[in-house]
């Protein structure tokens, strides 16, 4: 059974305009270019009235060695979404207002396969080999660590907002 440890989390929020589909596109791009496989495991639109809400989680996940993987967990969360209009110069864009807010989970997944649990001598030996395993999985953390700031600070500059929340 694979073992799975929480490492970082943070988030990004904005409140404002901002263009929900080429944003969706981007936050895709960055953890692809990560090497991360994408799996949407749930989305949900919702109109009302007082404008729609979107959720949509997201897991993406990257093999690190035969023992182990990043996983980051993506939540983002749109409420009052209701269409807007932005105008550069002559030009009138289309465009989403509301209050939008993306909430990223790092984990360490060990044992991936679940091989050193069905097997009853390496079961045994699960102990001993965390015990040489933990330097490797602090370099993993770091990696992780890296990669969840790294994907944060790039939507932060995509949507233009100063600042990450821990």
Known sequence: MPWIMPIESTGVRKV????????YNFLYDIFISMGY????????????ED????????????????????????????LGQKKAEIKKGDLTIGADAGDMEIKF??????????EWEKSQVLKRLIPIFEYFYKRT???????????????????????????VRK
Not at 37 to 48: L, T, W
Not at 59 to 75: A, F, H, L, P
Not at 137 to 160: D, P, T
Request: net charge negative; aromatic share 12%.
């Open 137 to 163: 999985r602090r370099v993993i953390e770091g990696r992780a660590v890296e990669e969840l700031y790294s994907a944060a600070n790039q939507i932060k500059e995509f949507l233009e907002i100063k600042d």
């Open 105 to 114: 989970s790092a984990y360490i997944i060990t044992d991936k396969k679940g």
């Open 51 to 78: 404008g729609n809400e979107i959720v949509f989680l997201w897991n993406c996940s990257k093999d690190v060695d035969d023992y182990s993987k990043i996983q980051i967990m993506v939540n983002n969360l749109v």
């Open 16 to 23: 404002g305009v901002f263009d929900l589909g080429t944003f």
């Open 37 to 48: 496989s994408v799996e949407e495991s749930f989305y949900k639109f919702s109109e009302s």
